[in-house]
């Protein structure tokens, strides 16, 4: 025997009917603000990156025509033009594989790969990589993480190492020497708080937002020549630590320093683990 479908829509009042009708409106036109921002983004993105690649692409062009229109060339000038070549490679390269890793996060097409750990390991692990590295020689470091500090966390380690590591950089190449250095952790409810503090240059409140914007770099003159920092560190940090539900942002005074707040959402520790 077949059995008929009785399914019949439910029936709503008119002023129901209109109060449904204005909910969608009101989320179609925030899904349409939101497809907006981010092809603007896309279209900011472009046009710096655009921007950014046209100067090292002219600097090696107009040395390799330098080298072609010489009759004769000293071993300093050739020496001299292929490290200026080298410099500027080098940089594009940087700036490739920024802009590759970021549109990939930005796209969740970077495959992730998540795992649970106590963060207080690889907060250890990290810094003692960094007060090992030749880099830091000249600053204090401190680590401020608690004893019995039992924090579980999901996140890509690698990725995590990253944003730690780009968070670290940006401190010692906007700092001086004999300069501090603190990488520390709270538990604050539901979440982790970690920081990296440094006694540097420190920005002025109006970047402090932008600073997380692709390509925003504060006037040339703050950043070292030897730099070969894209302008797109703390974009991809900021991506990162959005694709592990975190939060990233900083506080900042002028000739204090800065400080890079991040927080994690807490998980459960892995089915049977036990604490040593
Ligand atoms: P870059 O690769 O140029 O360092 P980032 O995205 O990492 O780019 O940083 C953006 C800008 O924020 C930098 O150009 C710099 O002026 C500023 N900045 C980042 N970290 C610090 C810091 N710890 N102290 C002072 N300024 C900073």
Known sequence: MSKKNTFSPPQL???????????????????????????????????????????????????????????????????????????????LEHLINDV?????????????HMETIPISFLLEEFFFTVSEDTRFEQRNLY????????CFVSIDTKMFWRVLDNLFTNALKYSNENASITLGAI?????????VTDTGIGMEEKHLQKIFDTSYMIEDARTPSSSTGTGLGLAIVKATMESFHGNVWCESQVNKGSTFHITLPLVSPPHGYRQA
């Open 143 to 150: 680590l401020e993480v608690p004893e019995d500090f039992d």
């Open 187 to 195: 538990k604050e409810n539901s979440r982790v708080h970690i920081f």
């Open 13 to 91: 009042s008119a002023e129901e009917l209109s109060k449904a009708l204005y909910e969608v409106t009101q989320k179609l036109e925030q899904s349409n603000r939101l497809l907006q921002e981010t092809q603007q983004q896309k279209d900011l993105l472009f046009a710096n990156i655009s921007h950014d690649l046209r100067s090292p692409v002219t600097a090696i062009r107009t040395s390799i025509e330098y080298l072609l229109s010489l009759e004769n060339i000293t071993r300093e000038e050739l020496t001299a033009s292929l490290e200026l070549m080298q410099r500027r490679s080098i940089y």
């Open 100 to 112: 590759f890793l970021l549109s990939s996060i930005s796209a969740n097409t970077k495959k992730l």
